[in-house]
């Protein structure tokens, strides 16, 4: 079975430090980590604009579906999620063909 990744590129509302994003990334990353099935979870902000890429690898599609409803049942998750503007957001889950 191939791993999944779970691409997800958005912007963040407007007045959202560097710093706000990181805590909120690092407090709903404890939510991800014990999702069976996590196997890393990289935050990247672009360089030049406000898009962000939340980057997750899965052991297998159903995982990665069991996080996007873990993520919407867990309170830890309330403040990663409320700094997103939803109106600049894609998810993506991608199979990984090589290394």
């Avoid at 935050?43 to 873990?70: C, G, H, R, T, Y």
């Amino acid at each position: 079975m191939n791993n999944i990744i779970e691409h997800v590129t958005f912007a963040a509302k407007s007045g959202c430090t560097d710093q706000e994003m990181r805590a909120a990334y690092d407090l709903s990353n404890e939510v991800a980590q014990a999702i069976p099935g996590f196997i890393q979870r990289t935050l990247a902000k672009s360089a030049d604009s406000n898009l962000w890429f939340d980057i997750v690898q899965w052991d297998s599609m159903e995982a990665a579906q069991n996080a996007v409803k873990a993520f919407e049942s867990d309170p830890r998750t309330n403040a990663y999620v409320d700094l997103i503007d939803f109106e600049h957001f894609e998810l993506k889950h991608l199979t990984i063909i090589a290394p």
